[in-house]
């Protein structure tokens, strides 16, 4: 039987790289989200390198309960997120993807996930059978190849390991946090498979609405990532079950010389 709910504080961390031109706009649709769940929350938005307007846009608007974190050098998205982790209040830790290809609705879904399983991590999925995609065959193939791949080295069995949106326990992300080193492509893995080998075992996976055209399969930025993906699963393998290096806590992460704490009021 679910237990009686508790009143949470939740973290959202969003990545951004050069979105000048939405993410204020894409922010306040987040936050018209959170207004309609039943936790206060603050909004991390970690800005990946100073390459646009992007810092700009945020101090200029009028944005409430949102921290920005900035420095200047692209660092990647993994390394972004970790970043946000890190300065995060609340005992709930999430993140999405600054683009909003996910569809903020499905928040409220996560947490009530999170809640009814009692889970330690809630991950959405693009496979989950209620998950509504737009989703070309090929990247659909990808996916499903790419999940066999994941199960195989690691045992993880969460068929959808890509998307961009998460959410943990605090207590997860104290133990699993000093342990990660990816920086860009691989982060989301990394992070489920050091919660593996801490003991995380109640993970689950939720529905998605994403809406992504992914047609130019092509295109230089499209197969550096999947190669990016693949070599930076390798490195984890390696350090996972060669090195047993994640089972040691090395608080490896530094952070930038220039790095820069907002909050917005």
């Known amino acids: 039987m679910l237990n009686v709910k508790q009143d949470h504080f939740l973290s959202l961390i969003v990545p951004a790289y050069k ?6 706009k894409n ?45 200047k050098n692209n660092r990647g998205k993994s390394y972004a997120v970790r970043l946000g982790m890190s ?32 889970a330690d991590i809630i991950v959405g999925s693009k496979r989950h059978p209620a998950s509504k995609v737009n989703y070309n065959w090929q990247r659909k193939m990808l996916s499903f190849g790419y999940y066999y791949v994941v199960r195989f080295l690691f045992g993880v069995k969460v068929k959808d390991t890509q998307a961009g949106i998460k959410i943990f326990k605090k207590e997860v992300l104290e133990k699993v946090l000093p342990r990660l080193i990816e920086k860009r492509f ?4 990394e992070i ?6 801490m003991g995380f075992k109640r993970v689950f996976e939720a529905p998605i609405k994403l809406n992504y055209d992914f047609t130019d399969l092509s295109s230089a930025a499209t197969l550096g990532s999947i190669y990016g993906i693949f070599i930076d699963t390798l490195a984890i393998f390696y350090r996972s079950k060669i090195l047993g290096y ?19 009021k």
């Open 27 to 71: 922010l306040r649709r987040l936050i018209k989200e959170l207004d309609l769940i039943r936790y206060d929350y603050e909004i991390i938005v970690v800005i990946d390198g100073e390459t646009d307007n992007s810092l700009e846009k945020l101090k200029e608007s009028t944005l409430k309960k949102v921290k920005i974190v900035s420095y």
């Open 186 to 189: 691989a982060g989301d893995l």
């Open 246 to 264: 994640y089972k040691k806590s090395h608080l490896r992460m530094v952070e930038p010389d220039d790095l820069k704490i907002i909050n917005l």
């Open 87 to 118: 300065k995060a209040q609340g005992d709930y830790i999430m993140f999405v993807d600054a683009g909003m290809e996910i569809d903020p609705n499905g928040i409220s879904m996560l947490l009530e996930h999170m809640e009814w399983y009692e």
């Open 192 to 197: 489920l498979v050091v919660a593996k080998l």
């Open 19 to 24: 979105q000048e031109k939405i993410i204020v």
